[in-house]
């Protein structure tokens, strides 16, 4: 505090002596300073020093002063800056107060922080100075100020290349694993049945044969999962929020879906018949080689929609992975999960002495076709009790399409077969089309239900971030349940898991506040629920202990791991 009065005294008393000097346009003299920065490129976690060296003309000094004399940093981008360092075995003692003459050099220190951001940046570097001629007289402060680029590098980013390659690499191996298991999945067996039927009618057929119709079915799924991939980009793009079975929430989908399969099923019981072009083979062998390929590449495409209900182990946090990615990573990983869903079938077309060790055809094929036609129209109904909670009462109508649905089929089944004249098949196939048309145009209501939907049981409520906020600020414990209607994953946790006995009382014991999140028909507020918590879709189960943060569980629970969980939460 003495040296600074000290100081400014000089300076005030100085004052007019310099002003002096401007009036008779004596020379100022000039100090040159060197600012050197070593060095320009560093990595987040280093240090750097900036030195500024001043040459002091000759009858002048500087006072040891550092609100005049000092390196200052005009924008630090956030660094942690040292206390100037002055070389004070240099100084002389000058009216009791330490000075510098000649040439002097003073520095700072700079330190990064860890994780800094990589980039450059523009650092404004101040040098500043007062010099005093020897008889006391000292001149206006003055600086001298440069700019320096300085690169910085994140040394967690040299890491982060390779890294993020064995995680791509990773999640690509666990959407492999989640397509072959997705093959015994539920919501997909059905429709592989079907399939199966396929390879039996097929065993007969050259090994060519059977390659080919095995490639034409991993084709229509690459197809159906590349369009999916498609879609999710697209839809990421536009920024909006989704999650895996996306197309489960529109209507028009389900409809288009379950109609496809219900006349997919009507085939299996020979209501109709659809014959493949003939040209140059005979009648026999071309319609059973071409049913076989078309045959295998809709039943690809249509395994695919109907699996996507379906998580199986690993592919929840594959896709849930692939929905934050680029579109390159997205396709790599929709690739993947293709492979793995064809893959069964690609080696039965690879080695067809798998396919030669089932049974021989014969009258048990039709009885076996039969008992898939009704897997299938088992799959009808539960896509209608998907397309019930989107549509409500509407239902009713798609009840009655679907019957005149059923007509026109018939109709074309019964009159358009090959063996009725051109003309006869003609007419038949303008009737069953104008039927269904108008039994669509007059039944058919796909308005989505506005209200929000209700929770069946007293013990659960519906889900709202605010209710979870409300309830954490109570210290409460809160379980949340994200389903949806054509979540088959969901029906059977819930069967199992969630409704039985024992977990019900662990929840009253534990005082646990219980949570449903409705994604049937989608909702914004769920799916960045999904988002945060790095899930493609539903189910996603959380638990909050008081205090704590979120314990998430696997898409499959079992009664033992939650109960491990609650047990968990102190009570009072």
Known sequence: MIRRVIISFFILISFSQVHGQFLNNQEIPEVDVIIEVIPNELMSGDSFTIYASYTIPEHYHMFHNEELFNIFIDN????????????????????????????????????????YKSGDFSLEIRAAYQICEDDGTCLLPDSFIDTRNITIINNQDTSKSSSLIWTIMWYILLAFAGGLILNVMPC???????????????????????????????????????????AVIILKSSGELFGWGFQFQNPLFVLFLLTIIFVFSLSLFDVFTLNAPRKSMTKASEYSVGRSYS???????????????????????????AFSQTPLVILLIFSSLSFGFALPFILLGLNPKLIKKIPKPGNWMNTFKEIMGFLLLGTVVYLLTTLHSLIGASIKGV?????????????????????EKKSKR????????????FSAMTFVNLESKSEKSSIEGGSWQVFSSELVQNYRLENKAVFIDFYADWCTSCKVNDATVLNTKKISNLFKEYDVQLLKGDFTAGDREIAQWLSDFGRAGVPLYI??????????????????????EIKKIRLE
Request: one cysteine or more.
């Open 188 to 230: 997909v067996l059905p429709l592989l049945s079907v399939k199966a039927l396929n390879l039996v009618e097929q065993s007969h057929h050259d090994r060519k044969t059977i390659l080919v119709s095995s490639l034409l079915y991993g084709l229509g799924i690459l197809i159906s999962f590349l369009s999916l991939a498609l």
């Open 295 to 321: 045959g295998s590449l809709l039943t690809g495409i249509f395994a695919v929609l109907i699996a996507t209900p379906c998580t199986a182990p690993f592919m929840g946090a594959a896709l849930g992975f």
């Open 399 to 419: 009840l009655w399409f679907l019957l005149f649905t059923g007509l026109s089929i018939w109709i074309f089944g019964k009159f358009g077969s090959v063996i």
């Open 426 to 437: 003609i007419i038949a196939a303008i009737v069953a089309i104008a039927l269904i048309v």
């Open 543 to 564: 638990l909050f202990r008081p205090g704590e943060e979120a314990v998430v569980f696997p898409e499959f629970l079992t009664q033992s791991q939650l109960e491990e």
């Open 76 to 115: 630090n981008a956030g660094f942690v800056v040292s206390e100037t360092d002055f070389p004070m075995e240099e100084s002389e003692p000058l009216l009791g107060l330490p000075s510098f003459s000649g040439t002097v050099t003073i520095s700072k220190m700079i330190l990064i922080p860890e994780n």
